[in-house]
């Protein structure tokens, strides 16, 4: 933050205080609590308890933060998989609004085990579609499976 000009453009959201610590300034961002998260996640059960099988970067903190929390998911499995090693549970139910069983849900992009790779192809026709201001139009093809 230091050396940019957000802290003075968005002080509504930034703030130097002293740290109370050691006294030195630092920056506090205020945080965020989006009314909506939607995590895609390889497994989850009827409930809500959610497993994210390799990184799960801000999903689990991003369920948290959110109000609702809409999960979908490559594959709804017994709730006796969660029961068996509850310590993989990384979104549990109480945190989650709804749960869509949603196959190649995270597409374009990377769901490991079943997608380990990026679509490049179809990700620079999104990115086109962003810059033309025509992710509708971009989402509908996808959904109807014309991409």
């Not at 799960?56 to 006796?80: M, P, S, W």
């Not at 989650?96 to 085990?113: D, N």
Request: net charge negative.
């Amino acid at each position: 933050m230091w050396g940019s000009d957000l802290v003075a453009q968005r002080p509504e959201f930034f703030q130097v205080v002293k740290s109370p610590f050691d006294g030195t300034e630092v920056v506090c961002v205020k945080a965020l609590v989006p009314d909506y998260s939607i995590i895609h996640v390889q497994e989850a059960d009827i409930y809500g308890n959610c497993r994210i099988l390799g990184p799960n970067y801000q999903d689990a903190l991003l369920a948290r933060a959110a109000k609702k929390t809409i999960i979908t998911t490559e594959r709804i499995v017994g709730t006796y998989r969660m029961q068996e090693e509850p310590k993989l549970t990384t979104i549990p139910h109480m945190l989650v609004e709804a749960v869509v069983e949603l196959p190649g849900g995270a597409g374009h992009g990377i769901c490991w085990p079943e997608h380990p790779e990026v679509d490049w192809g179809t990700h620079k026709q999104y990115q086109k579609a962003v810059k033309a201001n025509e992710v509708p139009q971009f989402a509908a093809k996808m959904l109807e499976g014309r991409l």
